[in-house]
Every structure is written in C-alpha cells, then in structure tokens.
C-alpha cells in the first residue's frame, strides 16, 4: 500500500518510523538507524514526512526535502496529545503522522543551514555570557568573604580589579591572590571569545538585507537583528504580524470562563531568548524615544500618563472607591487600564460593582474598614471562608458595626419572608457576619 504520511521519531541513533496509508491506518512500521535515513528517503515515493521540530529535525528535513518529499515540523507539545497508550518510540512515530494530518496543525517553517548557524552563534555567544557572569559573581563572593567590597556592575569591577591585583592586600593570603589572578586571566579569555562572536554577528548583520533593515527599529540592535533572522527567517511562517508577539509570549495570558476574559501578565512561551533581547532592547530605547519630538515619542508620552493614571485610580479605589469611580470614569473604557490593573498588586479590580454594593447598604467612610474588605480577607482560608454570592446575595440589608476577634467590622442582620434552606437564595432572619 502507499504510504502517504511518514512519521519519523528521531533518536541518537535508532529511529522509530510509521508510515500511514491513504485511510490512516499505520502500513509501515520499522526502526532504522540515522545512516539509513539518507536510503530510505531515495526509496520511498514522494510523501508527507512528518517529524518533531528538535536537535537534528531539520537536517534530516532537508535530506528528504531533497528526494521530492514534503516536510512538517511539529512542536512537542502539540503532538504530545496524539500519542496513544504507553509511552514508546513507536507509540511517538504513530503520534507524530497522526498529529500531522490533523488541518488545525501548526508547523514550523524548515531552516536552511545559514540560519542554524546564525542561531548556534547565538547560543554559544549566551553560554559564553553565561559563564563571565558566574565567574564574576563567585569573584565577588572570595573577596566580599575577606571583606574587600567593589562597587556594582562588571565594568566598575573591571575597573578597580587592576588596581587591586597590582598592590595586593597583605590580609589576603598568597593562594588567594593567586587564584584571583587567574579568574582574572579567565575573565579576559571570555570577552576575548564573546568580542570575536560579536564582530561575526555585525559582518552578518552588516550583510545580510533583512537583519539591517531590522536594526533601523528603534530598540533593535545587531544582537536582536540576527536572533531575529534566525528565528523567524522572512516571517512567511506567520500569517499576520500580530501572531509574532504571541509566538514569543509577549501577549497577555487568557484564563476565560463563563464569558469573562480576564488578562494575566504575559504567557512568556516561545524562544526566550529573543524575548529578553527585545524586552531589553525596548527599555533601553524607551528613556530616549519618549523625549524626542516625534509620533512615536508623543505616543510614548501618552503611554506613559494612561499608566500613571490607571494606577493612580487603583489607588485611590483603595481608598476611597465612590469617589474614584467617579474621577476615573473615561479612563475604565480603555484596554490598557485592564491590562494595567491585571498587573497591580491591588486587591480591587477597577470596576465599580463594590461602591455599587456598599452604595445600597450605606455610604462608605474613609479609613473604616468594611465588610467587603474582611470578605477578601477571609475569603477562601478554610472550611469557613465565605463565599463573594453572599454579600451580592443580600444587597438590602442593613450594615452595623461589631468586635470580632480585636477588629471593628461590619455586620448584618438579613430578614428573609421564608425559612432558609441549603443552597436557596431565601432564608429566614440570621443575624451573623456576611
């Protein structure tokens, strides 16, 4: 029979392979090593091969490629929930040619060898970072353990290393100093190789038409630039820019239920790397943009007072919420205020549904605690916690103040016409906190 989708699960060196017909069901199933790849792929006729997007994925894509086939890389955690029964090599290749059949698949645009190489500059230039920065701070730990301090960053330790070293202390002991002097040493070896990889990412950038024209942006520079390049290549992959963002997490997360969209602080998936590079980037280039006399820093400005203001209304919501709600009503129509007050720290969420409830019981005082405050406080710690449908449940009742446990509170006695029962919204008169 034909085998139309090839599902390849890669290994070091067996490789677990399930070819599916034109009905789906599996007419192949073997295990091949990574040499015969290369003879299977001239072997079989042109198909769809199928493969998780990992170490290797794309230069076996490419050898198929080659051989007529068409490629489709998968991202692990899309194909983890077509994979059936126990878990096994086999069991992956069935799940992988499964999942690639499905229309709902995402995939992951082939890279060519130029853009593989231009990522592993940058994942050796991040380990090489990497490793100054350890080296650096356990510098700073042996000499804050025998009480000689520096001040902060790399470039003031650079500075005031030299110095130190020449004239050595005559507390610190000659091992020590020893030591020193060879971290030291090793520190230069680090920039040394990280100066050489940086003047390789410029030539690249410098040549390549895409990378300069990405670091024309403002935030971009050469590191950014070619991350860029190699991550995303020409953005085909992408049907529109929107979903760049949402590639690298820097949208909101959505934890929707019952039709209420709240927004949590960013999903932080994809590649974090070029996340922290244009996270970086954009703080850098902020303090300087907002200051120029241009579109982009007028929005910037804009930007910038929207956030003051929103959390200035979440603070005065704190305090006094009536008021608030009134001072800071155009500003509850806009998205960024949610998205602001998603991130605060503040327990009130900038809507006006808890002046509304305190407003039908009585007005609010400033600097007394309410009913509502200890609701929050207590909501959820045990078996006792209430519950929020109670005190919306009771809008009409008339509020008075208790001691309980120390703290002034706010009471209730709730004068129903039935008697109460479990789980109805009637109940006869029960005094007690709400």
């Not at 380990?127 to 301090?149: F, M, P, S, Y």
């Not at 956030?307 to 006094?320: C, I, Q, T, V």
């Amino acid at each position: 029979m034909t085998i139309v989708t090839l599902g390849i699960d890669l290994g070091k060196n067996l490789n677990s392979i399930v070819g599916l017909g034109a009905d789906g069901n599996v007419v192949l199933r073997r295990r091949v090593r990574r040499g015969t790849l290369t003879e299977l792929a001239g072997q079989l006729p042109p198909c769809t091969v199928a493969m998780e997007a990992c170490c290797g994925a794309h230069h076996v894509g490419r050898l198929f490629a080659a051989k007529g086939h068409e490629i489709r890389l998968m991202s692990p955690e899309y194909v983890r929930p077509y994979v059936h029964a126990q878990k096994n090599d086999d069991n992956d290749a069935a799940g992988i040619a499964e999942a690639a059949t499905r229309p709902t698949m995402r995939f992951v645009e082939l890279k060519s060898q130029d853009r593989l190489d231009l990522q592993t500059l940058h994942r050796a230039r991040s380990r090489l970072v990497a490793a100054r920065k350890a080296l650096v701070n356990q510098l700073r730990a042996i000499l804050l353990e025998r009480g000689h301090t520096f001040r902060q960053g790399r470039k003031a330790l650079e500075r005031d290393i030299a110095p130190f070293l020449a004239e050595p202390p005559s507390d610190l002991s000659t091992r020590i100093v020893k030591l020193i002097r060879d971290m030291r040493a090793e520190w230069r070896s680090l920039d040394e190789r990280i100066d050489a990889l940086n003047d390789d990412l410029d030539d690249h950038a410098q040549a390549d038409e895409a990378a300069s024209r990405l670091t024309s942006i403002p935030g971009i520079g050469i590191l950014g630039a070619t991350a860029l390049v190699a991550a995303v290549g020409d953005g085909e992959a992408f049907r529109r820019a929107r979903d760049v963002p949402a590639w690298l997490g820097l949208v909101p997360k959505q934890m929707t239920t019952g039709g209420k969209p709240p927004l949590l602080s960013i999903t932080k998936r994809g590649n974090t790397y070029l996340r922290m590079l244009l996270i970086h980037g954009a703080r850098a280039a902020l303090p300087s943009l907002s200051k120029q006399a241009t579109p982009l820093g007028e929005w910037l400005r804009g930007l910038a007072t929207l956030h003051h203001k929103a959390r200035e209304h979440l603070s005065a919501h704190a305090a006094d919420p009536r008021g608030a709600c009134r001072a800071a009503k155009p500003l509850q129509t806009g998205d960024a205020l949610r998205r602001v007050a998603s991130r605060s720290s503040i327990a009130s969420p900038p809507q006006c549904r808890d002046c509304r409830a305190r407003r039908q019981a009585r007005p609010h005082r400033l600097g007394e605690p309410t009913a509502w405050d200890w609701l929050r406080a207590r909501m959820g710690t045990g078996r006792d916690g209430l519950k929020r449908q109670n005190l919306l449940r009771r809008p009409k009742e008339e509020l008075q103040r208790t001691e309980v446990g120390g703290r002034r509170l706010m009471a209730g006695r709730v004068e129903h016409p039935r008697p109460w029962k479990p789980g109805s919204k009637n109940g006869a008169s029960t005094p007690g906190l709400l």
